[in-house]
């Protein structure tokens, strides 16, 4: 029996291993996440000493092992949706067999099933933190062409303008009304969630793929981006600080911060932001008292020292759009560019063409 016991043990002990060696690598190489990775190796760490917890030698393992006789060696693997898929099934394969590996430590050394009960709980925290934040940079990679609605400047209703932007393909829409009160504008804002489908990037956290029209952005107000279930809320220098709108949204939401230099860019990305708009670029009449134009240097100077996306604001059209690009920025925001052409879809359409987005 203790020896069946040893290759329940053995195996468990090297799926678990082999599982977040996979995680591992993915946010190490793919993401590019050191502290993630750095997570990750430390936890393998810990499951690499449960022999040691359960006073198992190592020559035993090995010899319990018959990998030649195991049944379960020609099973067939399943088809795995992109890196969410990948993350998601090596996640629960270790959680698995972490929850073996403690049911059977009950029978050899019950004084230390709390140290891997204890890993078991530290995996579902990794977990959620890490396929959350890969949720969100799904998203953010598919910001595009993000229009920012304005009633004043379209002479038409938020609903209309958001349904015009997305028959034109518009990828992001960030709903901004100075001038409802806080109660109309929630009501307002569940609305443009009803007309935009929720989640549209990646509506699974296990998938990759694109599934909707348009990524939903609250302007300023975290409570109601949280209340309209939008994807995401940009934060502008009086509003709440990034951690304080992570603490309410939860770790699933978009959080973008507006910047006017590399300084406070970088902050915002220390702070957790998922992506940075930078303006203004060019000259603009949209909003009063803004700093001077900061021209296209500050994007190259930004995308140098910065992982996270850059959305381009601030005086840009179809003229000049080329050289933003060119800049290294991964978002383009438009609000008179777009807004004040009569067809609104027309003008989207035009624009997505042109920057190939």
Known sequence: MDRKIYRIIDANINRAREGIRVIEDSFRFICEKKETADKLRVLRHEISRIPLFLDLPSVKLLSSRESRKDIGSTRKETKRKGLHGIIASNFSRVEESIRVLEEYSRILKPQHTSKIKKIRFDLYSLQKEMQLSLYRKTLVSQLGLYIITDKKIAGKSNEKIVKEALKGGADTIQLRDKYLSHKKLLDEAKKIRKIIPKNPACPDVTSGQAGGKAIFIMNDNVDIALCSEADGVHLGKDDLSVKEAREILGEDKIIGVSCDNVKE?????????????????????????????????????????????????????????????????????????????????????????FLNL
């Open 265 to 353: 860019a970088l902050k915002a990305e220390k702070d957790g932001a998922d992506y940075i708009s930078l303006g203004p670029i060019f000259k603009t009449t949209t909003k009063k008292d803004i700093p001077s134009p900061l021209g296209i240097k500050i994007i190259k100077e930004a995308r140098k020292k910065l992982s996270i996306p850059i959305v381009a604001i601030g005086g840009i059209d179809r003229e000049n759009m080329s050289k933003v690009l060119k800049a290294g920025t991964d978002s383009i925001a438009m609000i008179s560019a777009v807004l004040k052409y009569d067809n609104i879809s027309a003008r989207v359409k035009k624009l997505k063409k």
